[in-house]
């Protein structure tokens, strides 16, 4: 697999916001002591494919999301922070970020070391959209204006994704512009109020927005629908509910993008519903028929450019732990059943109660409820191969190190060659028309029409085969809990309850693990302890109550 781009820190010290970045345009092999073949920053970016590789690896920072904690490590999903200790999720072992939101009274401090993580990975990813965008100016650089508008949108988009996650979980964070190398490198950061950060975000997001292409060939590629559907959501966040609405009405109506009503791709012959073939192995592009995807994270298996994934090993359940009439080793890693899962993460009751009956988005084509005895030389007595195991979950709240419970099959994967295999590597949709229809619903009810707003959830509804709703059913409460029902594990639901000023009331009563123990303070991440140690140019003011 090519790995186009690698990322190195000229120090150790952290510092984060003075990481330097070396792009590599080859692999280690290719590196040797001979300066001609080392590919730094002042060599690369004289050319499109120059600036082209520049791009891979900066997608390839954006895919870490998904990817361990440490590079080459199967272990600690880094989008923890964002997506558990929330109201419909939380940690199912002692393990990775989901364990410290189960415990933010204790662990969430400045020296947690996955909160540290993020941060070098954040900023890493910033100074390397800051190098390709201040490198663009370059008037030497061989190539048309339309490469270089679309290039720095690319690097744009991605860097205002970058501050979008940095805000919601820091508050207030240092906006860098300018790539940090050399001379450049500081030491003497302050922290920008959030407005400030959102401005240059939204002027990012314009921009990205205009000089996008609308489509490309290339399935990974961030186009013109990604810009506008962060826009949305960013007016939201600003409370501009007018332009957000303008927005999330545009890229709806764009007629580039529909959402998914109909069976389609590698199992449509087989039993499964419209909304559980979006995630299905082979059918997460556009190419491929989801006519509903916007950014596909491209990690297929043996691909140049490839990559891989934890999110089935973080979110399927452990199968092989599953007691049968008080006997384990019944149910052991398949294709069909998924593959190999730790269960790192689970739903809360309350995400698991959302669903009416017959709801495609909470049925067995959704969520794992079950297990299927599968093993020849475990058969527990009077048990036969092929039973199914229906889970006794229902009216149970969530505990710690549950093999019988629920998860979700958005992330099913197993390698047919390697079934106890950590990694997923399949692409996987990332952000979809879905979610664009939520943010309309959210602006709409804000603007004061409810039932436009129901109209617009209904379309989701009704592709789910949930009753339909009116706009006396529609409040922020019922907006969070569609998008519970909708983007279980795909949406950073902690920014979304941030947004909404929900996140702390909602743990607190929906999360039974971590709940009691979230408080005000933990609305914000802790500045990691090693950053303001290493800003010592000048005082680095942490968050409140840490």
Known sequence: MNKIIKFKSLKLIIAVLILFVVFAGCSDSELTE?????????????????????????????????????????????????????????GNFRAGWAFVGNNLDTRNNPSEVHNRRFFEWIYTTINAANTIITRAENPDVDWTQEDKSRVVAEARLIRA??????????????????????STIRTD???????????????????????????SSNPGKAVKGVAT??????????????????????????????????????????????????FLDGNSNKSEGNTEALWVMQQELETTGGGKNIMRRWHRNRSNSVRVDGITGAIIFSVENGGRGIGRIGPTRYAMELYEPNDDRGGIFAWRTYEVLNNPNVVPPGRAIGDTIWFNWQGKDEALFV????????????????????????????LRLAETYLLLAEAQFKLGDPSGSAETINHLRRRANASEITGGDVSIDFILDERSRELYS?????????????????????????????GEKDKLSPIPQTVIDANIGGAFEQNPGY
């Open 34 to 90: 001979n300066p001609p073949h080392i590919i730094g920053a002042d060599n690369l970016y004289k050319d499109l494919a120059g600036f082209e590789a520049g791009l891979n690896g900066l997608y390839a920072q954006y895919a870490r999301e998904r990817a361990g904690s440490v590079l080459g490590s199967g272990n600690n999903l880094f989008i923890d922070m964002a997506t558990s200790a929330v109201d419909n999720a939380y």
């Open 161 to 182: 994704w970058a501050y979008r996650h940095a805000t919601y979980l820091w508050g207030d964070v240092p906006l860098s512009l300018e790539e940090s190398s050399g």
């Open 189 to 215: 950061w302050t922290r920008n109020p959030v407005a400030e950060v959102r401005n240059q975000m939204l002027e990012d997001l314009l921009f990205a927005e205009a000089n996008l292409p609308e489509t």
């Open 229 to 278: 559907h962060y826009l949305s959501e960013l007016y939201l966040t600003i409370g501009d509910n007018e332009n957000a609405k303008a927005k999330a009405e545009s890229l709806i109506n764009s007629g580039i993008y529909s959402l998914v009503t109909e069976r389609y791709g590698v199992k449509a012959n087989q039993p499964g519903t419209p909304y559980s073939d979006m």
């Open 403 to 430: 093999a019988d419970w629920p998860s979700t099959r958005k992330w099913d994967y197993a390698n047919p060659n390697n079934l106890s295999d950590e990694e997923n590597y399949n692409d996987q949709v990332y």
């Open 490 to 518: 795909e949406e950073h639901r902690k920014y979304t309850l941030t947004r909404l000023g929900r996140w702390l009331d909602r743990m607190q009563l929906y999360n039974k693990v971590g709940g009691p123990k979230a």
